[in-house]
T-cell receptor
Framework: NAGVTQTPKFQVLKTGQSMTLQCAQD?????MYWYRQDPGMGLRLIYY???????DKGEVPNGYNVSRLNKREFSLRLESAAPSQTSVYFC???????????????FGQGTRLTVV | RKEVEQDPGPFNVPEGATVAFNCTYS??????FFWYRQDCRKEPKLLMS???SGNEDGRFTAQLNRASQYISLLIRDSKLSDSATYLC???????????FGSGTRLQVQP
């Protein structure tokens, strides 16, 4: 029962380097999300994909890009990493927020990213 | 103003105590409400949904007050294993995603 799988779990980047965080879910969920979590700030939405083929900006999209490669996979790219992007990144998926029912979001284990 | 506000705590309580957390949200059009639990350095996991009529799951009771725009979580007979951060979560009508509060940290002491 894999659920939501994120890679890598840890990463150290130098300022200006680029990288892609990978996320895959095996629950046939429609919606996928990328959040970042900083001390005292809670989880903040970076980007989300309500369904395959669509992506939308969240609360803090600057400096990031995303790709919904297919229904299973949703990647997050940092084109030119900055120290302000040091954070813990969580990918999540859900059946769909707007089904009219309360739906549970499942999270990956997180990626701890440090930009030096 | 944050969309979802919580007292960060920490709440330090002895085993067996009853503890309550509140959360306020600013968007009156928010539709669904949840409590998530997050253990240290782990991913958040759903604790319970919050229904308008209030709901209970074992030692946990959640209440929703739409008029005042707040959500509460009551934990009875606290266990050491309840020590965690509790995140208040609402659905965002504009973004079709979950909006999280910053969390309330609970430490249950022996």
């Amino acid at each position: 029962n894999a659920g939501v799988t994120q890679t890598p779990k840890f990463q150290v980047l130098k300022t200006g380097q680029s990288m892609t965080l990978q996320c895959a879910q095996d629950m046939n969920h429609n919606s996928m999300y990328w959040y970042r979590q900083d001390p005292g700030m809670g989880l903040r939405l970076i980007y989300y994909s309500a369904s395959e083929g669509t992506t939308d900006k969240g609360e803090v999209p600057n400096g990031y890009n995303v790709s919904r490669l297919n229904k299973r996979e949703f990647s997050l790219r940092l084109e030119s990493a900055a120290p302000s992007q040091t954070s813990v990144y969580f990918c999540a998926s859900s059946e769909g927020i707007w089904t009219g029912l309360n739906t549970e979001a499942f999270f990956g284990q997180g990626t701890r990213l440090t930009v030096v | 103003r944050k969309e979802v506000e919580q007292d960060p705590g920490p709440f330090n309580v002895p085993e067996g105590a009853t503890v309550a957390f509140n959360c306020t949200y600013s968007n009156s059009a928010s539709q669904s409400f949840f409590w998530y639990r997050q253990d240290c350095r782990k991913e958040p996991k759903l604790l319970m949904s919050v229904y308008s009529s209030g709901n209970e799951d074992g030692r946990f009771t959640a209440q929703l007050n739409r008029a005042s725009q707040y959500i509460s979580l009551l934990i009875r007979d606290s266990k050491l294993s309840d020590s965690a951060t509790y995140l208040c979560v609402v659905t965002d009508t504009g973004r079709r995603a979950l909006t999280f509060g910053s969390g309330t940290r609970l430490q249950v002491q022996p």
